[in-house]
């Protein structure tokens, strides 16, 4: 399998096996129904594998309402692999729409070579997430509160006990890489 990464370079050479690792989120994603991704240590995507494909809705629409930057998530999920890295090798997180995601990095020789990135999730039901203050929070208009609704149906309920079982096991995944 010969992967590339969002500048269109191949990652033959990134310092772990892409094809091991594809095939342990693969399993991973099939295992537990939440989108899981490798990302580099640029922050770029190397191979994603998403099972609930509406989840990105969620947050394709709030950006373009807030017309942010298209690299945006990726500096946040790039933060969220670092503290990863800083924190022992497990580090669940917030995006700054509210939504639930964990990662673990890829190491080989003692040096980091990538990370593994699950989300998004949410904690709490969607009629209990706070949509209105990430509404307020970024002035989006309440016109648009139906549609971020109906697209924050789509994105999986996972209670936060099972939540950091599944960052335990995305460590242990990234640990077998």
């Not at 129904?33 to 969620?58: A, E, H, W």
């Not at 017309?67 to 800083?86: I, N, P, S």
């Amino acid at each position: 399998m010969t992967l590339w990464n969002g500048a269109g370079e191949n990652v033959d050479d990134i310092g772990f096996d892409i094809d091991m690792a594809a095939k342990a989120i693969d399993h991973y994603g099939r295992a537990t129904g939440v989108g899981t991704s490798i990302i580099d240590t640029r922050g770029k995507p190397l191979y994603n594998v998403g099972y609930s494909g509406v989840t990105c809705k969620f947050c394709s629409k709030v950006r373009n309402l807030l017309d942010t930057e298209g690299d945006y998530c990726a500096k946040v999920h790039l933060y969220g692999g670092y503290q990863a890295e800083r924190f022992g090798g497990k580090y669940i997180f917030f995006c700054p729409m509210g939504l639930v995601h964990w990662a673990s990095p890829i190491s080989s020789e003692g040096m980091v070579k990538g990370y593994l990135l699950c989300g998004p999730a949410l904690m709490v039901e969607p009629d209990d997430f706070l949509i209105e203050d990430l509404m307020l929070k970024n002035h989006i208009k309440e016109k648009y509160l139906d549609n971020l609704r109906q697209y924050l149906e789509y994105v999986p309920v996972i209670p936060p006990h099972k939540v950091t079982s599944l960052s335990e096991l995305l460590f242990m995944v990234a640990s077998h890489i």
